[in-house]
């Protein structure tokens, strides 16, 4: 960096004491949290995260000196992989969190669906009437990809995602998990993780919020990755399956 773009001390300065400011917001709301997963203290923790990276930089950057202040990562989570090198069976584990910000796009969508569906009309109070019985119409209509590419139509919005790869010798018996699908994951298994949050939208140039980590990348295979056909069409919301 040349010395025409370095910041300035005041910079410097006014991060350190953006991070104070943080600091203080996040025990705050911490004190005042009404429960384990208190909106305020997720929003203060990732506040407190980007004052603490942008400080951390911008010191670097004049001072050429760092704090020790890391924000955890994908890498922080896992233990080392301890699976099968040759794989025969994979395991895909996937949580995506949706705010519903808008109950009644998401009532309407559920609605035109069941509506299509059954040519006696829609019957409000058995499913598509409660927000309950909508998320299941559409969860059940869609796939989880298209759910996420088209989220706002139905009135969600996105929060944090995780993916999670997990490798075993020999896939599982029919129906033996089904019980309870989370339930017996060895972290240990895992080959790989992708991550989406709003912890990591500044990590990245260009706005990308994505953190994936591999176990070992000279291993993955990647001579498929441009078959996938990204000018495929989205289907209509009504139509029929």
Not at 41 to 68: H, I, K, W
Not at 76 to 103: C, F, M, Q
Not at 130 to 139: N, R, V
């Amino acid at each position: 960096m040349s010395d025409a773009a370095q910041p300035t001390a005041a910079e410097v300065r006014a991060a350190a004491e953006a991070v104070k400011t943080a600091l203080d917001r996040h025990l705050a709301a911490v004190e005042r949290r009404s429960g384990e997963d208190d909106p305020a203290v997720s929003e203060a923790f990732n506040q407190l995260a980007a004052a603490a990276e942008a400080y951390d930089e911008l010191l670097y950057d004049r001072y050429d000196e760092v704090t020790p202040f890391e924000i955890p990562g994908a890498e922080d989570t896992l233990p080392p992989y301890a699976g099968p090198d040759e794989p025969n069976a994979i395991s895909v584990l996937i949580r995506r969190d949706y705010t519903v910000v808008e109950p009644q796009r998401l009532l309407a969508q559920a609605q035109r669906v069941q509506a299509a569906e059954f040519d006696d009309g829609v019957d409000d109070q058995h499913a598509a009437g409660t927000l309950p019985g909508a998320l299941g119409i559409l969860f059940g209509e869609f796939e989880p990809d298209e759910i996420a590419s088209r989220h706002k139509e139905f009135g969600l919005d996105e929060g944090d995602s995780t993916l999670w790869v997990t490798a075993a010798e020999e896939p599982p018996e029919a129906g033996e998990w089904l019980e309870a699908p989370f339930e017996h994951i060895d972290a240990q298994q895992v080959v790989c993780r992708f991550d989406v949050s709003a912890v990591f939208d500044d990590e990245v140039p260009g706005g990308e919020d994505d953190d994936i980590v591999f176990v070992d990348e000279d291993d993955v295979d990647t001579d498929d990755a441009d078959d996938t056909d990204d000018d495929e069409e989205l289907e209509p919301l009504d139509a029929e399956k």
